[in-house]
């Protein structure tokens, strides 16, 4: 199993509303990921969880809040989001943070109305 | 930080037509260069990467050449067809603890 699967595909929130993204991999990765894509535009990081632990934040919001409950899953809770928040958001992992490949998810379509 | 740039951002080439893309990075320290592509609607997948004590690496129509001095890399399709059609991103990193930094992407157009 080479996948990263995230969940849901699509997704359309009010700015009131709370939700959560989810990701899971079984390739025994220890290095998780969590990116926003614009259109047009490349990945940009959000957040690293390398055995479980966060070890990057690249200054998100706090509206935006990950968690990884084990070495498999990696969640993205969302809350009070802006319509700018509006992205693709890319689940990915590797073997170790920051070596090697980076297997991405098909990512979680967002809209904030 | 490091810092990558990428060009052309767009480029349309004919069907059986070679493709380049180039890619400058700022950090001398940089030892990988990974080539992502990303189809329309579709996640990023890696195509081929390069470390920094190797100067070219092919597999089959693709090669990435790496020139560490000028600090600059490229990705060179060939005998291109309509699938090759997508979004290549460059990246280049420090590799082991350190994040890929991206370039701003290359949208490839392959006329049949």
């Keep these: 199993d080479t996948e990263v699967t995230q969940t849901p595909k699509h997704l ?23 990116y926003k894509q614009k259109a047009k535009k490349p990945p940009e990081l959000m957040f690293v969880y390398s ?31 802006q319509p700018e928040d509006s992205a693709l958001y890319l689940c990915a992992s590797s073997q170790q ?14 809209t904030v109305l | 930080g490091e ?3 990428q060009h052309p951002s767009t480029l349309s080439v ?28 579709k996640r ?5 990467d390069i470390r920094s004590n190797v100067g070219e690496k092919k597999d089959q129509r693709i090669a990435v050449t790496l020139n560490k001095t000028a600090k600059h890399f490229s990705l060179h399709i060939t005998e291109t ?9 460059c990246a280049a990193s420090i590799e ?13 157009m392959v006329k049949p």
Excluded at chain 2, 44 to 48: D, V
């Design chain 1, 12 to 34: 359309v929130m009010g700015m009131t509303n709370k939700k959560s993204l989810k990701c899971e991999q079984h390739m025994g990765h220890r290095a998780m990921y969590w």
């Design chain 2, 3 to 5: 810092n990558v740039e």
């Design chain 2, 81 to 89: 067809q309509p699938e090759d059609s997508a979004v290549y991103f």
């Design chain 1, 97 to 110: 943070m920051g070596a090697g490949e980076l297997f991405f998810g098909e990512g979680s379509r967002l």
């Design chain 2, 14 to 41: 004919q069907e059986g037509d070679s493709a380049v893309i180039k890619c400058t990075y700022s950090d001398s320290a940089s030892n990988y260069f990974p080539w992502y592509k990303q189809e329309l609607g």
């Design chain 1, 51 to 81: 055995y479980e632990k966060l070890s990057i934040n690249e200054s998100v919001p706090s509206r935006f809040s990950p968690e990884c409950p084990n070495s498999s899953l990696l969640n993205l809770h969302l809350h009070a989001l």
């Design chain 2, 44 to 48: 990023p997948q890696l195509i081929i």
């Design chain 2, 96 to 108: 082991a603890g350190n994040m890929l930094t991206f370039g701003g992407g290359t949208r490839l």
